[in-house]
């Protein structure tokens, strides 16, 4: 099955690294013209540039998704061309156990998580409806379905970013716009690099494939979604933990 996804273009938030770069990478690689978008453009248009040397279709946004403006910033993206496929991929964490969790690390993580999605999506379909055809991918987290010590607002936010999916999948799919959500669970990154062998150890021991997830384990998944071959799923959450939540 070869996936084609020539003469569209995806806006992917949070690209600048991580799972959102290899989103966009991957997105590039099956032909789509990939917006690159993040808070820091030196960090986006290396990526966009990594793209473009390897052959695809790239530019990086600078994007604040918390800014007063974003709608205006979305707005102006396509009125200069259109989105077909809006990953919402960025997102913050600030931990800490419930009963010492501050009110702005609350908010933080839900305007970051949450609203930006409600932002940027809502600008972003109006035109998919009337072209009658789109895919919105959200990149929610297992997190959002098993819940985790420590995370209470990462946690909320994305079971809400998973309800807000499967609510919109059913006001828009008849416009022949599909909405699913994509659930990663522990994804190899600089953060568990640094972790111990016996710390990584018994990470990997909770997961059924015994192994870390890759970000491309992750970019693979949200590419299946954009594509042709996706067209009859939509209110879905794709489980992409290894097997550590089932």
Not at 100 to 118: C, G, H, I, Q, Y
Not at 194 to 218: C, F, N, Q, S
């Amino acid at each position: 099955m070869k996936i084609d996804l020539t003469g569209k273009t995806a806006l992917v938030t949070g690209a600048s690294r991580g799972i959102g770069a290899s989103i966009a990478l991957r997105l590039a690689e099956t032909g789509a013209h990939v917006l690159c978008a993040a808070r820091s453009a030196d960090a986006v248009n290396e990526v966009a540039k990594n793209i473009v040397d390897n052959g695809g279709l790239a530019i990086g946004v600078e994007l604040d998704i918390t800014a007063a403006d974003v709608r205006e910033r979305i707005k102006a993206l396509i009125e200069q061309q259109p989105i077909d496929i809006l990953v919402n991929n960025a997102g913050i964490t600030a931990d800490d156990l419930f009963i010492r969790m501050k009110p702005e690390a609350w908010t933080s993580v839900l305007r970051t998580n949450l609203d930006s999605a409600f932002h940027i999506t809502q600008e972003v379909v109006k035109k998919m409806i009337r072209a009658r055809w789109g895919r919105v991918i959200n990149i929610s987290s297992i997190v959002g379905l098993m819940g985790n010590v420590g995370q209470a607002n990462y946690a909320a936010s994305k079971a809400a970013l998973i309800g807000f999916t499967k609510a919109l999948a059913l006001e828009i799919g008849s416009r022949s716009v599909t909405v699913n959500a994509i659930a990663p669970g522990f994804i190899s990154t600089t953060m568990t690099e640094a972790m111990t062998a016996e710390a990584r150890k018994a990470l990997e021991d909770r997961i059924a494939l015994k192994r870390l997830g890759t970000t491309d384990d992750v970019a693979y998944a949200t590419v299946f979604l954009a594509s042709e071959q996706a067209g009859y799923i939509t209110g879905t959450v794709l489980n992409v933990s290894g097997g550590l939540y089932t």
